[in-house]
């Protein structure tokens, strides 16, 4: 059974940092693609992050290049999210998915805002 457990989120000021997990299991992690995307009411789930498979080439979205990276520890099945100089319009539930697998695979989210 596929599960992708997010943690790491939370309050925080306005230039502050966080740094999400995403602790994947029941499939071959190392196999795959994986995403960070987010989330805000009112909008559509958008895109955030992709690493590869090693994690040799990331791809971000350009509201949060220089600011957000991507990584991924395969020997813990974990995909990470470093986020540095947040800012207000990056409150959002934060959930990483599986990229190229016959059904879609959300983690549950964790809520991270940005707030003085």
């Known amino acids: 059974q596929v599960q992708l457990v997010e943690s790491g989120g939370g309050l925080v000021q306005p230039g502050g940092s966080l740094r999400l997990s995403c602790v994947a299991s029941g499939f071959s992690f190392s196999s795959f693609v994986m995403s960070w995307y987010r989330q805000t009411p009112g909008k559509e789930r958008e895109l955030v992050a992709t690493i590869s498979t090693t994690g040799s080439t990331t791809n971000y979205a350009d509201y949060v290049k220089g600011r957000f990276r991507i990584s991924r520890d395969n020997t813990k099945n974990t995909v990470y999210l470093q986020m540095n100089s947040l800012k207000p319009e990056d409150t959002a539930v934060y959930s990483c998915?599986?990229?190229?697998?016959?059904?879609?695979?959300w983690g549950q989210g964790t809520q991270v805002t940005v707030s003085s």
């Open positions: 998915k599986v990229v190229g697998s016959i059904r879609p695979y």
